[in-house]
C-alpha cells in the first residue's frame, strides 16, 4: 500500500496474520517506508492492531507473509446446528446484528431460503448458495455503507456485500457467524478478499458465497462482526490511498 | 420481570450492576423463580451476563440493588478532544459504527451540528442539547430495529433512540461514545433508561439527551456500543415478557 | 473485618463472590464504614478485586453473600486424565509452579504418592487422602511464608498448607490444580477456608485435603495459582487488622 | 533448537516477539521440521505461545526475526515512585510474590540495599547496580529451581538468578517488576538472555544486572512474574534438547 499524506495521520493497521487453528505463519515481513514508531494491541476479537502516525509525504507498507494452511475447507455436511444454550460465551456476540448485517430484519427471508435443510452446516450452506445462485458480483455498484439489507434488494454487489448478507441470514436462524478478511489463492483478479465462518457442530467452519463452492488456500488477517471491525486500514486524517497490490503465491 | 415461557427457552440477562467509576454496588439481590441453573460470564465490555434456561410455565426475574452514586454529573466544560492517535486502545472500537449508529452516514450533519464549539467536551454537549431541543420524545414511534439515521430523519423516538443519535454524531467526528443502559432517578414515567458517555479530556463523560440538562443519580447496568450489544434480556425461543417493574428509589 | 489505620492505606480487597459453575449469588451486601469511593477490576484469574484507599482511624468492611450452591460435591471416580496436548489454554498455567507451591520438586514424592492409581481423578483423590492422613492440622506451626516443600518436610500446617501440598504434587504430575479461597458451611472453628480444584474429565473438581471426605456447601470467593494470587486483603501501608469475624449460615 | 524425540511430546513454545512500545517485528521466520499442526494463543502477559506434539525422532525449530528495537535505553534517573493506590490495575499483579522471587522474605534486604536513594528509578538503579557489584557471575552454580533467596545466600549465579533477585528486591519495597527473556547484541557469550522492567515514572523501565550498565539492543521475546511463566519451551514427555545456537546481529 501506498499513500500520500498531505498532513501527519494517525492509523491503525491490521495486517498481520495470526497463527491459529489451520493456519501456521511460517515467514513474514511487515515493513514501513520511511519507518516509524508502531505499537501493536490486541482486539476484541484477537486481531493484531498496529498504531501508528502516518508522516507527511509519501508513506507506504508493506506487508508480506508465507503461511501454511490447508488446500481444501473441511466440508461438514450434516454438522449439527448448537442450541443457544450451549454455545461458547464468546460464540454469542456473533449472534446480534451489527452495522452491515441487520439480522434482525431478515428473519423471514433467511426461512424461506433455508427451505428443509437440516440445522446446523446444512442451512449454512443452503444460504451461502443462495446468494452466489442469486446475487451478480459486480464492482462499482456498492460502497462502503452498503448494508446487507440493501444487498437483498439489490442482489448485486462485491465479496463484502455477499459476505454481509450471509452473516445477516445466519444470525437471523441464530447461527453465530463471522466475518473473515484475508487472501485467496488464484482470485481473479487478485485483491483482499472477504468471507465468512460460521458455527456450527461445535466449532467455526468456512463459507464463502462467491464461488461455486467454498475453496481452499485461505488466509485469514481478521475476525470481525462485520467490515466496521475488520477494515484493514483505519486512518483520521488527509491521508490518500494511491495504490494497493496484493499478490498470493503458491509456495 | 414475569415471563410466560412456551417451551424452555434460552437466556441471557444482564442485570447485575459492577461496582466501578463513581458507582459502588453496596446491596445487590437477583432471585430467579423457580430457581435455575446460572453460569455468568464477561462480555467485551465488561458485563457480567448470566446465561440460563427459563423453565416451560411462570418465569420470574427479580433483581435488585442498592448502588452508591453521585447525585450530580462530574460536567467539565472545555475537557480536551483527544487526538486518535492518543486514544487508549480500549476506546478505540468505540469509534466505529454500529448496527444503530451509521456514524459514516451523518458526518455532514455532525459538522453542522456542532458548528464553532471547541473541540471535545464542549462538541458533544452541543450535539447533546440539539438533539434535546429539535427532537420530540415520543412512545410508540420507533422500534427495535430504528437506527439514527431514521430518528434524524423522523425527529421522534425514547430514550434509545435519542441515545443512538448521540452516538452516532459523536462518533462521526472521531470522539469515542459507548451507550449505558440503567436507572435515572427520578425518571417520569419509571422505566429502564439509556444515555451515553463520550471519551474526552482522557475519560468517559455522562450525556444525556433526553432531559435539558444531564442529571446525576444514574446506575449504570450495562455498557456496549449500542442497543444490540447491551440488551438487559435476549431469549432463543418462545418466552412472552408479561411484565416489567421498575422502581428506584434515594436511600 | 475491622482496621485500625495510621495513615492512609490503598488496599486491594477480593470480597466478592462470583455467579459461576454451580454458584449463584442470590443477595450481597458490601458495606464499606465510612464509606470511601472504590473501583472494581477483573484480575487474570476473573476474581473482582476492589482497590481503596483506606481512611486514617476505624475502617471496618462487611461483606455478606447468600449463595445457591450444592450440598454435595460431584465426586467423579474414574475422571480421566487429560493429556497436555488436549487441555485448554487457560487451563496450562495452573500446571506450573508458583511461590508457594515447587511442584518442580515434588515430582519424586507426587509419584510415591500416587502409586498405582488409574491417571487423571484417582491420583487426585490419592494425593488429597495421603495428606490427610499424614499431615497434622495445627495452628501456629506455619505462615504466611510457609511453602509446600517446608510443609512436605514438617507434616503440619493449616488449610492453606494443606492446599498448597495438594496443588504442588498434582501439578508435579501435570494435571492443572488452582487454589480456591472461600467458605465452607460448619467448618470448626469458623474462619476463611482453602482448599483446591483439579482439571481432569475435561472439567475443574473440588478436593480438600482437610477432611476425611471433600464435603458439599463450599462458597467459592476468589482463585489462583496459590495463596499469593488469593489474598483476600492486600494493603500498602500501616493498617493493623483488629477483627475479623466469619459467619457462614445455611439458609 | 534440535530435539530428539523420544516419543511424541506435547510442547508449549514462546518464540514469536511481539512488535510493542520500542519494539517492531519487521520481519520473522518460524519454521518447524518436520512440520506439524499448530494453535497459537496469547497468554496473561499478552506472549504468543505455540502448542504443538512434537513427533518422534529428529525435531527442529527455527525462529528468526529482524527488529527495530533502540540503540540506548531511556534512562531516567529521578523518574518517581507510582503510589500503589495510583498503580494501573495491570501492574499490581508483578508486586506479587512468585516461584523464584520471594520478595515477602527479602523486605529487610531491599530496605538495606537502597539506602536513601530517592523513591522509584533510582531505587531500582542502587538494586541493580548492588546486584552487579555483589554477584559473581557463573554458570553452573545454578539450577531450574535456584530462588531469589538462594542466589541472595551465594551471591553467586546466572543472568536468570540475577533477574530473579532483581525482581524480588523490587517487589519487596512495592516497585511492579517483571521478567524479560530475549536477546541482547553482542552478549558474550551469545545466548538467550534475561533481564527485568520496573515500573516507575508511570511506565516499565529496563535493567540489567549482569553489567556495568544497561546496554540497548535488546529483543524482547516473553514478560512474565519469572521463570516459571517465561520458559520458552516447556515439554510433557521425552524430548530431549540436543542443541540450541543463538546469534544476534546488528541489522
Known amino acids: 500500500m501506498s499513500f500520500e499524506v498531505g498532513a501527519p495521520t494517525p492509523m491503525v493497521l491490521m495486517l498481520r ?28 476479537h ?23 494452511t490447508a488446500d481444501m475447507i473441511d466440508e461438514s455436511p ?3 446446528f448448537v442450541l443457544p444454550a450451549e454455545l461458547p460465551d464468546y460464540a454469542l456476540q456473533f449472534l446480534l446484528p451489527s452495522r452491515y448485517c441487520q439480522s434482525d430484519l431478515l428473519g423471514q427471508t433467511a426461512i424461506e431460503i433455508i427451505g428443509d435443510a437440516a440445522p446446523g452446516y446444512d442451512q449454512v450452506e443452503k444460504i451461502r448458495s443462495w446468494i452466489y445462485d442469486n446475487l451478480k458480483y459486480e464492482y462499482g455498484t456498492s460502497n462502503a455503507s452498503t448494508s446487507a439489507v440493501e444487498t437483498m434488494q439489490s442482489r448485486v454487489g462485491v465479496c463484502r456485500d455477499f459476505t454481509h448478507l450471509g452473516l445477516a441470514l445466519c444470525r437471523a436462524i ?39 463452492k467454498t475453496l481452499g488456500n485461505r488466509i485469514t488477517i ?10 484493514l486500514t483505519t486512518q483520521f486524517g488527509p491521508a490518500i490511498l494511491k495504490e494497493m497490490q496484493v499478490w498470493v503465491n503458491a509456495a
Open 17 to 44: 496474520p495470526r497463527s491459529g487453528y489451520g493456519q501456521w505463519v511460517a515467514r513474514e515481513e511487515y515493513l514501513l517506508s520511511p519507518h516509524v514508531p508502531v505499537t501493536e494491541y490486541t482486539d476484541n
Open 46 to 68: 484477537g486481531n493484531l492492531c498496529q498504531r501508528l502516525v502516518a508522516p507527511e509525504g509519501e508513506f507506504s507498507v508493506r506487508a508480506t507473509a508465507t503461511v501454511e
Open 78 to 80: 450434516g454438522a449439527q
Open 174 to 212: 441464530n447461527i453465530p457467524a463471522r466475518m473473515v478478511v484475508g487472501y485467496l489463492h488464484d482470485l481473479k483478479p487478485m485483491d483482499l478478499h472477504a468471507w465468512f465462518e460460521a458455527f456450527v457442530g461445535w466449532r467455526w467452519h468456512t463459507f464463502d458465497s462467491t464461488d461455486e
Open 222 to 231: 481478521a475476525y470481525g462482526r462485520d467490515a466496521a471491525d475488520v477494515a
